[in-house]
């Protein structure tokens, strides 16, 4: 089945040390974003690639970067942290920008920092 | 103006009953309206979506009202079951430019046996 795949599900890293979470996806979609979601809160927009120019969120911290070597994988690099940065990412994937175009969500990787 | 606001928060339902879950947007741009379902421990997953050319849509149990003069819309799911237990988001995005999603703050729905 086309999916969305995250990796690892779970990470624990410690406060100030880098961490990449990866995402992949087998739909061959031109876009993908990542998303922060804190518990009990709606998914927040970190970035997002259309193929591959990259579109940052005006209020997405420095602290957070984005990779997109192919079509197929993105990746989210947290540089430096902090607790606040305990979150569930999401990777979601869509066909084209376009209004009506639906973002597949992958599992999520729920990340702790120690 | 780019806010949605959902409410519940939570919701209890008995199996069989209507679970109704509001939403209310203030940007009159907003042009596409889904409905995500997201189960504990997975991502969410588009469930409904409606534009403001309609009223209403129906999927099933599941039932989009939309009000454009109110600026309201609302996820009707009938006779709801134990397995429809999940948080529920609305979202709206712009039909002009990146259509990003802005979502509702999500409705936690349980469906008592």
């Known amino acids: 089945d086309a999916m969305v795949i995250q990796n690892p599900r779970y990470q624990v890293t410690q406060f100030g040390k880098p961490v990449t979470l990866s995402c992949s996806q087998t739909?061959?979609?031109?876009?993908m974003y990542w998303y922060q979601q804190k518990s009990s809160q709606a998914p927040k927009l970190l970035f997002h690639?259309?193929?591959?120019?990259?579109?940052n969120e005006a209020d997405t911290p420095d602290n957070f970067q984005s990779r997109r070597p192919n079509t197929s994988f993105c990746f989210l690099d947290i540089r430096s942290p902090g607790l606040g940065d305990a979150a569930m990412y999401l990777c979601?994937?869509?066909?084209?920008?376009?209004?009506?175009?639906?973002?597949?969500f992958g599992p999520g990787t729920r990340l702790t920092v120690t | 103006q780019q806010q949605v606001k959902q409410s519940p928060q939570s919701l209890i339902v008995q199996k069989g009953g209507i679970s109704i879950i509001n939403c209310a947007y203030e940007n009159t741009a907003f042009d596409y309206f889904p409905w995500y379902q997201q189960f504990p421990g997975k991502g969410p997953a588009l469930l409904i979506a409606?534009?403001?050319?309609?009223s209403e849509k129906k999927e099933g149990r599941f039932t989009i009202s939309f009000n454009k003069s109110a600026k309201q819309f609302s996820l009707h799911i009938m006779d709801s079951q134990p397995g429809d237990s999940a948080t529920y988001f609305c979202a709206a995005s712009l039909s002009t430019g990146f259509q990003k999603l802005v979502f509702g703050t999500g409705t936690r729905l349980l469906v008592s046996p």
């Open positions: 739909l061959n979609h031109n876009v």
């Open positions: 690639y259309y193929d591959k120019d990259f579109n």
């Open positions: 979601a994937t869509s066909r084209d920008r376009g209004t009506g175009y639906e973002q597949y």
């Open positions: 409606i534009r403001p050319d309609v």
